[in-house]
């Protein structure tokens, strides 16, 4: 995820520094249809990975390798209906957004180059954690790292040797995507695996509990991209695409932040379900000490970071920013970083809810932290005008932290309870 994370923070500057200003807002306009094009593939990797792992801890291993089955045929059926649905409503999706001229262009041509790849790249995301399942934790990272690496190549060749545009950077990362799926599944397919494909056997109860364990992440995505859509509608019209552009910024040092938590809270699922399945308590105890102990490392090390280091984080997205657009990206840049001061302890406890099958739990989190807090802040913040805005993140921070300490402590309770009985 780390990797991932660094290709993220290099698209990005790829696209400020070589293309310029406008493709790069186009870029963050568009970017939460991308995101929204690969939540279904992550609701069901996610959501068939916690059974899966769990099927395994009780030696049920062909009801393990029928869930493996079925979710990879569902990421391509799910592919092949977003990806069509985002390639032909495109243009009215981003003019609702306000988007005109070139950067209605240029959002367009980014959003389609995605649409059109879904069937083929969205089931990169679930495949991580079918590897990590298998015990293939360093082929996995591995993997990733390649991915990373060859994107980044990729990208560069096609923007800055071949002079393609925006959709270049789109074309990238598809094609590393897909060249990665075919590794990854490379081994399973010859059955070298401890999950093998095999005759798929659907039923209303498993697509069930697929859809109940993936949905936190599920809605974490949509509601996230339905709160990045609305922010840019705000933006656009209080701010102008100056505002887009910081706001990017700010989506860019997110990306690379919030890819290294989930790396290491995702990661822990299965064995977390895996102990679950098998009745290990005290394992699974230990096991989330580590996770909310290195997320707080993290987060609060990117605070300080962008706390520090304001200007330079923004002179990497704008090769020659003008003096009003640094004052107001360098406030939106302090503002933002005290999110991290809290943020880490709801991440932490949203995939723990996961990993124990808490889906509701961890749905609540999901929803108040991705929509909910935000729309209720915008409208608390309002007055403040873009400085409310910049608040708005360390805000929702803060409430989400405050909601997961009450639903920690209260699954706390019920297990002891549990117990006693």
Not at 33 to 54: E, H, K, M, Q, R
Not at 185 to 203: A, D
Not at 277 to 297: H, M, Q
Not at 298 to 322: E, K, N
Request: proline content about 3%.
């Amino acid at each position: 995820m780390l990797a991932s994370a660094l290709y993220q923070l290099i698209d990005g500057i790829l696209v400020g520094q070589i293309l310029g200003d406008t493709p790069f807002a186009a870029l963050n306009l568009a970017m939460p249809f991308v995101i929204i094009n690969f939540s279904l593939a992550d609701l069901i990797g996610v959501g068939s990975a916690v059974p899966i792992s769990i099927s395994l801890g009780r030696k049920e291993e062909k009801e393990a390798n029928n869930y493996f089955t079925c979710a990879c045929l569902m990421i391509v059926g799910a592919g092949v209906a977003i990806g069509g649905f985002l390639f032909l409503f495109a243009v009215p999706l981003l003019k609702i957004m306000g988007a005109e001229g070139e950067l209605l262009k240029y959002a367009v041509q980014y959003l389609r180059v995605y649409a059109f790849c879904a069937p083929f790249t969205t089931i990169i995301f679930a495949v991580d954690n079918y590897l990590r399942i298998c015990g293939k934790i360093r082929g996995s990272m591995l993997l990733n790292i390649f991915m990373s690496v060859l994107t980044a190549v990729l990208e560069f060749t096609f923007l800055y040797v071949f002079r393609w545009g925006i959709w270049g950077a789109g074309l990238a990362t598809c094609t590393g995507m897909f060249v990665c799926t075919v590794i990854a599944f490379y081994p399973f397919l010859r059955g070298k695996m401890q999950l093998h494909f095999c005759r798929p056997r659907f039923s209303a109860m498993m697509i069930k509990k697929i859809v109940s364990c993936g949905s936190p992440n599920f809605l974490n995505n949509i509601a996230g991209r339905i709160t990045s859509i609305l922010m840019n509608f705000l933006l656009l019209r209080v701010g102008g695409e100056q505002a887009v552009s910081i706001y990017g910024i700010l989506m860019y040092a997110d990306g690379f932040v919030q890819p290294l938590l989930y790396g290491m809270c995702d990661s822990l699922q299965p064995a977390v379900s895996y102990n679950l399945g098998a009745g290990n308590r005290k394992r699974i105890l230990s096991i989330e000490k580590c996770c909310y102990a290195a997320s707080a490392v993290v987060s609060l090390a990117s605070a300080a970071v962008m706390l520090l280091f304001p200007d330079l984080i923004i002179r990497l997205f704008v090769s020659s920013p003008a003096d009003g657009f640094m004052k107001m990206a360098h406030t939106a840049v302090l503002l933002f970083a005290l999110t991290y001061i809290t943020r880490w302890f709801s991440f932490a406890t949203q995939s723990y809810m996961v990993a124990v099958e808490k889906a509701k739990e961890a749905s609540i989190i999901s929803l108040s932290t991705a929509l909910l807090f935000p729309v209720i802040l915008i409208g608390a913040l309002w007055p403040l005008n873009l400085t409310g805005i910049w608040l708005n993140f360390a805000g929702t921070s803060l409430l989400a932290g405050i909601l997961s300490a009450i639903i920690l402590q209260r699954y706390r309770k019920s297990e002891k309870r549990r117990q006693i009985r």
